[in-house]
């Protein structure tokens, strides 16, 4: 089962992919995470991606294609994956679809989280997240019940510097102009479900599993 989740930086996908992946026992597979992965390895992908995330602009598409290829390429993906930040843009789905197609593979679900505007920067200004290993935390909506520290591997919270209101803006701005044409390319496939985001998370959680465990093609 091959589960993409669609929604715009701070809509919730990182956070509601954890859970899916969970109660669907699929491997989650975020883009973002890869490329801070390979940063923090200081490997050369990682260095090509940091100019552009630090701008908030898009990692070119024939680098970010094979960097997540390769990944659901990995045992753990044998099942399927819940797709957390890619794709991202219209060529990075045709080229999804095409290799999918190749495996006699193909994505059952996307799931398209809806949160507005005002709700996304507010929420991107006042995220944090865990050094170690990943997980995201926010001031006012969920913050860590010891200050500074991730509630589950005790490690260091940390501000993504992406995360500043001016790149979370143009994030917002990259969002609307290259990813949202992908909520009509899903629709028109016919396997696009949309969720109200702004509810509490473990709501949007239960109704984010439940969408996906029905209906989905076999
Ligand atoms: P995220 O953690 O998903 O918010 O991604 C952080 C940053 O990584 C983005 O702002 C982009 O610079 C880059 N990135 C992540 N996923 C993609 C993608 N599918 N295509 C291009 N760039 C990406």
């Known amino acids: 089962m091959y589960v993409i989740l669609l929604g715009a930086p701070g809509a919730g996908k990182g956070t509601q992919a954890v859970t899916v992946a969970k109660a669907l026992g699929l491997a989650h597979v975020s883009s973002g995470d890869l490329f801070r992965e390979a940063q923090a390895k200081g490997a050369e992908l990682g260095l090509l991606a940091k100019s552009y995330m630090e701008k908030g602009q898009l990692v070119p598409d024939e680098v970010t294609v094979k960097m997540v290829l390769e990944r659901l390429g990995a045992a753990d993906c044998a099942k399927g994956a819940i797709l957390d930040g890619f794709p991202r843009t219209l060529d990075q789905a045709k080229a999804l679809d095409v290799a999918l197609a190749a495996r006699g593979q193909?994505?059952?679900?996307?799931?398209?989280?809806?949160?507005s505007t005002d709700e996304l920067l507010s929420r991107l200004g006042g995220r944090w997240i865990c050094r170690n290993c990943q997980a995201p935390y926010h001031v006012k909506n969920l913050p860590p019940k010891v200050a500074g520290k991730c509630d589950t591997c005790g490690g260091e919270l940390y501000q993504r510097a992406d995360d500043s209101m001016e790149t979370a803006k143009k994030r917002l701005d990259v969002y609307f102009a290259q990813t949202a044409p992908l909520i009509d390319y899903y629709k028109k496939a016919g396997n696009l479900v949309e969720l109200d985001g702004e509810g509490e998370i473990d709501s949007v959680g239960r109704a984010l599993v439940e969408a996906l465990q029905t209906g989905v093609r076999s």
């Open 106 to 115: 193909r994505i059952d679900k996307v799931a398209y989280i809806k949160v």
